[in-house]
């Protein structure tokens, strides 16, 4: 179930009008241009950044990083944009849509990594077409991905990361440093030093459970 909408939110909204992309399908293959970055400049995107703690605390730690940050909910995305906002961080930009449209909005190889982090699992198999990691959407990552691009994915649900596994591995795309427990002391320190904690991950540990994480590579392009 979806939260109330937050009070006066269009007018919160509309307040961060300059740091959210109302038409994303007019920057396909330019989004660089957005931060006025050149052409080297690294271009991550989060798909469902949720409240933001994710790609604002990113963003602070790679200051030359872009990163574009989607969520299809505009009662969450809205404080992720006014964080972002307070902050007065520049290398941040929003999308308020999903990940069906992602061809539609980028280049071949515009994206250079993708983060998905805590995405729903939707646990019933009748709905495994929806998980972001179902081989529908991996198309269309492997499509915007740059060569040498990457997928880091977490997730506390031992079933999306399992089905994860599996749906990568038939579609071709080679794993590494994958985890069942990011945090245990096992984890190499480029890695654990590297992670920013996510709202749902704070939860999560908090309540003692794993969190579970991968990196996914494309199959090379011929």
């Not at 992720?80 to 906002?85: C, F, I, L």
């Not at 492997?142 to 994915?153: P, R």
């Not at 309540?207 to 991968?214: A, F, S």
């Amino acid at each position: 179930m979806r939260p109330r909408n937050k009070k006066h939110l269009e007018e919160r909204f509309e307040k961060c009008n300059n740091i959210v992309i109302s038409d994303p399908s007019s920057l396909k293959g330019n989004w660089r241009s957005v931060f006025g970055s050149d052409s080297n400049a690294p271009l991550h995107l989060e798909i469902g950044c949720g409240k933001g703690a994710f790609v604002t605390g990113m963003a602070e730690k790679n200051p030359d990083v872009s990163f574009i940050a989607m969520e299809c909910v505009k009662n969450v995305i809205v404080t992720a944009m006014e964080k972002t906002q307070a902050a007065g961080y520049k290398n941040i930009i929003f999308i308020n849509n999903n990940a069906d449209f992602l061809c539609d909005f980028f280049e071949e190889g515009e994206i250079d990594k993708i983060y998905l982090n805590f995405s729903d699992p939707w646990p019933r198999n009748k709905h495994a077409k929806y998980r972001l990691t179902h081989e529908n959407y991996l198309k269309r990552y492997e499509k915007i991905l740059a060569d040498g691009g990457c997928i880091v994915q977490k997730t506390d649900n031992r079933g999306l990361f399992d089905f994860s596994v599996e749906s990568f591995t038939e579609q071709g795309w080679n794993l590494e440093n994958v985890t069942y427990n990011l945090h245990s002391d096992e984890t190499p320190a480029e890695i654990s030093e590297a992670n920013v904690i996510t709202e749902y991950e704070n939860r999560f540990m908090e309540l003692g459970q794993p969190i579970h994480r991968l990196e996914a590579f494309p199959p090379k392009k011929a």
